[in-house]
């Protein structure tokens, strides 16, 4: 790792790191972005106190009664989250160029990757979200299963808990495979029903989100290798086959630099607490370079000197309201 003092903030590249975006890559609209200038974070919780039913009448003194806010502390991780690529020397300006930014997106896309596994892991731990669903019929035991009945029946049953009807549905990529072909929802959305390919192929996550009553329906393709370096690659994807995940999801907007966030109080499934006020950074993210000389390469071998690009992202995400989310388990046969 190079000392502090030899390392140069780069503006941007920061803000290059900020805007970066794996479409694959879906994290935080399951987790949206919450920014905390300072830390520790402090994110509003929608506690019962938003369900009390208090006298609103105005009193003489102009005063009403009280309500207490609700915030729960949320500790991020200072230290952040960092990675680093070396980029040889380049003998134009312009290639050069080039070079310093595919790198930055290479480390911020492998930070990114990271944090989509962080967001995944926590989704699917029974400790964190301890209620699941799974389906009595299997959603591939025919074309004619009742999918739609069983989601609302999902919705329903978590509503109650939190004031408001799951509005995200994540399912596998497996999973939304069977749920595109499924007789009922093609009738619904007035397609012809049959098994072929290229008929589901016309139903989109839009239209079976509107047809479930779903703001969005979100199918992570996120592949990752679970081979141990050095090893022949493995991939597979992160969300395994036959899982899904049901959540309410604050109101979401995006920023200048096109990042998902939410700053709403409301019940929240989870959210990403991003350290905007890191020092040096752009928006909590810092891509620093640090010169390397000839003769000194990356793992000590001869070179004619180049760069090494090093990404900071402060962030930690989080779960907030248990009941806000719940486990689909074994969806498939």
Same mark, same amino acid.
């Given at each position: 790792?190079? /000392?502090? /003092?030899?390392?140069?903030?780069?503006?941007?590249?920061?803000? !290059?790191?900020?805007?970066?975006?794996?479409?694959?890559?879906?994290?935080?609209?399951?987790?949206?972005?919450?920014?905390?200038?300072?830390?520790?974070?402090?994110?509003? $919780?929608?506690?019962?106190?938003?369900?009390?039913?208090?006298?609103?009448?105005?009193?003489?003194?102009?005063?009403?009664?009280?309500?207490?806010?609700?915030?729960?502390?949320?500790?991020?991780?200072? #230290?952040?989250?960092?990675?680093?690529?070396? %980029?040889?020397?380049?003998?134009?300006?312009?290639?050069?160029?080039?070079?310093?930014?595919?790198?930055?997106?290479?480390?911020?896309?492998?930070?990114?990757?990271?944090?989509?596994?962080?967001?995944?892991?926590?989704?699917?731990?029974?400790?964190?979200?301890?209620?699941?669903?799974?389906?009595?019929?299997?959603?591939?035991?025919?074309?004619?299963?009742?999918?739609?009945?069983?989601?609302?029946?999902?919705?329903? &049953? =978590? @509503?109650?808990? !939190?004031?408001?009807?799951?509005?995200?549905?994540?399912?596998?990529?497996?999973?939304?495979?069977?749920?595109?072909?499924?007789?009922?929802?093609?009738?619904?959305?007035?397609?012809?029903?049959?098994?072929?390919?290229?008929?589901?192929?016309?139903?989109?996550?839009?239209?079976?989100?509107?047809?479930?009553?779903?703001?969005?329906?979100?199918?992570?393709?996120?592949?990752? #290798?679970?081979?141990? $370096?050095?090893?022949?690659?493995?991939?597979?994807? =992160?969300?395994?086959?036959?899982?899904?995940?049901?959540? *309410?999801?604050?109101?979401?907007?995006? #920023?200048?630099?096109?990042?998902?966030?939410?700053?709403?109080? @409301?019940?929240?499934?989870?959210?990403? %607490?991003?350290?905007?006020?890191?020092?040096?950074?752009?928006?909590?993210?810092?891509?620093?370079?640090?010169?390397?000389?000839?003769?000194?390469?990356?793992?000590?071998?001869?070179?004619?000197?180049?760069?090494?690009?090093?990404?900071?992202? *402060?962030?930690?995400?989080?779960?907030?309201?248990? &009941?806000?989310?719940?486990?689909?388990?074994?969806?498939?046969?």
């Amino acid at each position: 790792m190079p /000392s502090d /003092s030899a390392m140069l903030n780069n503006p941007i590249l920061s803000g !290059i790191g900020v805007g970066y975006k794996n479409a694959q890559h879906v994290g935080t609209r399951i987790f949206p972005i919450y920014p905390a200038a300072d830390l520790p974070a402090r994110v509003p $919780k929608f506690g019962k106190e938003a369900f009390r039913l208090v006298d609103d009448k105005a009193t003489a003194s102009g005063g009403g009664t009280e309500r207490n806010f609700e915030w729960t502390t949320i500790p991020v991780d200072a #230290d952040g989250h960092m990675q680093q690529t070396f %980029v040889p020397a380049a003998s134009k300006v312009e290639a050069g160029r080039r070079a310093m930014i595919n790198a930055t997106k290479f480390v911020a896309d492998g930070i990114s990757l990271m944090r989509e596994k962080a967001i995944y892991d926590l989704c699917a731990s029974a400790s964190v979200f301890s209620a699941s669903q799974t389906p009595s019929t299997k959603w591939d035991a025919s074309l004619t299963v009742d999918i739609l009945g069983d989601v609302q029946a999902w919705r329903e &049953a =978590m @509503s109650p808990s !939190i004031g408001a009807m799951p509005n995200v549905l994540v399912l596998a990529p497996g999973v939304w495979n069977v749920v595109r072909k499924n007789t009922p929802i093609l009738q619904a959305l007035g397609v012809t029903a049959n098994a072929n390919y290229g008929t589901a192929a016309r139903v989109t996550q839009a239209l079976v989100a509107e047809l479930m009553e779903l703001e969005e329906i979100i199918v992570p393709r996120v592949a990752y #290798d679970t081979a141990n $370096k050095g090893q022949t690659p493995t991939l597979n994807y =992160m969300w395994p086959v036959k899982t899904g995940f049901l959540l *309410w999801r604050p109101q979401i907007t995006e #920023d200048e630099y096109g990042r998902v966030i939410s700053e709403e109080i @409301s019940p929240a499934a989870g959210r990403t %607490v991003v350290w905007t006020g890191a020092p040096d950074s752009t928006e909590g993210v810092q891509v620093s370079t640090v010169p390397v000389p000839k003769g000194v390469g990356p793992t000590g071998r001869g070179t004619n000197g180049g760069t090494n690009v090093i990404a900071t992202q *402060w962030y930690t995400p989080t779960a907030c309201e248990a &009941a806000a989310g719940v486990r689909l388990t074994a969806m498939l046969a």
